[in-house]
């Protein structure tokens, strides 16, 4: 069945640096791409999304690249500040369900 | 904005205690989903529903049933509470397409059982 693979955690940057967290599918349709973020003890939140091949879906100086050759879905923030420290779960559609990630943790220290 | 609301943020129960967790949404869409989360398992799905009176087991369903009455509330219901179903809840809706909109996810309720 299709699935998710992101990088494992936890994540420890300073405050400024470049993020990336990589995520890679795999799917037999063209589903749709999703991050989701959560902040401590609380439930996900959309961050961003893509519908099809080479759509860039943007949010809070986040970035994501739909690329359909390399199957990823890759998130990037040219300056990560303190107040991103979360979870980060990339998803995809499946039919009306969306399939998880296992979540990466990021840590941004001052 | 579509709100999700999950009844309780904390619970506590005892061992054999029937449970029930509540969610609901207040935008009027078709589909609700019940995950649990764990440390270093992700979120894993429970239950599904795309329609009142309908219900889909999902990955993890034993130990655990589902009501939806209305369309707007879906219950999730511990039939005997175990330990092991210590865990995060977490309640999501979606319009029917959810590739195009995705979910939108209740604060979750974090449940002890002792």
């Known amino acids: 069945g299709d699935s998710v693979t992101q990088m494992e955690g936890p994540v420890t940057l300073s405050e400024e640096a470049f993020l990336t967290i990589n995520c890679t599918y795999t799917a037999t349709g063209y589903p749709s791409l999703f991050w989701y973020v959560q902040y401590p003890g609380e439930g996900l939140q959309l961050l961003l999304k893509a519908t099809k091949a080479d759509d860039k879906g943007s949010n809070k100086g986040f970035e994501a690249t739909y690329r359909k050759e390399t199957t990823s879905f890759h998130l990037e923030k040219g300056s990560v500040q303190v107040s991103d420290s979360a979870v980060y779960f990339c998803?995809?559609?499946?039919?009306?369900?969306?399939?998880f990630g296992q979540g990466t943790e990021l840590s941004v220290k001052p | 904005d579509v709100k999700v609301t999950q009844s309780s943020r904390y619970l506590v129960k005892r061992t054999g205690e029937k449970v029930f967790l509540e969610c609901v949404q207040d935008?009027?869409?078709?589909?609700m989903f019940w995950y649990r989360q764990d440390p270093g398992l992700g979120l894993r799905l429970i239950y599904f529903s795309y329609d009142v009176k309908m219900k889909e087991k999902g990955d993890i369903p034993e130990g655990y049933s589902v009501s939806r009455e209305k369309k707007e509330r879906f219950s999730l219901i511990l039939e005997s509470a175990s330990t092991n179903q210590t865990s995060m809840y977490l309640c999501?809706?979606?319009?029917?397409?959810?590739?195009?909109?995705?979910?939108?996810f209740g604060s979750g309720t974090r449940l002890t059982v002792v």
């Open positions: 999501a809706s979606s319009l029917g397409n959810t590739r195009t909109y995705g979910y939108t």
């Open positions: 935008m009027d869409h078709e589909n």
């Open positions: 998803a995809l559609s499946e039919g009306g369900k969306l399939i």
